[in-house]
């Protein structure tokens, strides 16, 4: 094993720096999703992207809720930072939901994965320009917190493979 890849498989993972990894990864969906449209590519090709799509915000979220935002609570964070980000998860939830009930041939379904392309970008500059350096201010343990975050996503992503067969 090479010097590089035995240090970085020994390196703690830092919870913002994972959060925003999957921040990059979606917007890159997005983007993909986007370009489909411009090419009129085949519906079952968006029917795919938006899955994958829906499948790592779901994920996102859930980590976010379940780890991330309750340990910034504790740490008293601002809280109406917190209470907008939930606010702005519902609203997420709620086009995941129905983009999930659809398909990519049916009336509405790109404006629905734009929009939310949208509110995921609104989200995202608000948590990475205030929410995590506020987090970072309160003394949160981030490797801790990255390690609590990696074990819970490795589940919710096996739970999506498992569902997938």
Same mark, same amino acid.
């Given at each position: ?5 035995? @240090?970085?498989?020994? %390196?703690?993972?830092?919870?913002? @720096?994972? !959060? %925003?990894?999957? *921040?990059? &990864?979606?917007?890159?969906? +997005? ?28 994920? *996102? %979220? ?5 780890? +991330? ?19 702005? *998860?519902?609203?997420? @939830?709620?086009?995941?939901?129905? !983009?999930? /009930? ?5 009336? !509405? ?6 929009? !939310? /392309?949208?509110?995921?970008? *609104? ?8 929410? +995590?350096?506020?987090?970072? @201010?309160? /003394? ?5 917190? /990255? ?15 498992? &569902?997938?067969?």
């Amino acid at each position: 094993m090479s010097t590089i890849a035995k @240090k970085s498989s020994t %390196t703690k993972p830092d919870a913002v @720096k994972l !959060l %925003t990894a999957d *921040h990059r &990864e979606v917007n890159g969906l +997005f983007k993909a999703y986007k370009k489909a449209c411009k090419a009129d590519a085949p519906a079952d090709e968006r029917d795919a992207l938006a899955a994958q799509i829906c499948d790592l915000l779901s994920v *996102h %979220t859930t980590l976010e809720e379940e780890i +991330f935002y309750p340990a910034a609570r504790a740490a008293e964070v601002d809280s109406a930072l917190l209470d907008e980000a939930e606010v702005e *998860h519902a609203s997420a @939830k709620e086009l995941v939901a129905q !983009l999930r /009930g659809m398909r990519a041939e049916e009336a !509405l379904f790109d404006a629905k994965v734009t929009v !939310l /392309g949208e509110y995921v970008d *609104h989200h995202v500059k608000e948590e990475e320009d205030e929410l +995590f350096p506020a987090c970072k @201010k309160a /003394g949160l343990d981030m490797v801790e917190l /990255g390690a609590e975050l990696t074990a819970r996503k490795s589940e919710l992503m096996a739970e999506l493979e498992e &569902e997938v067969v």
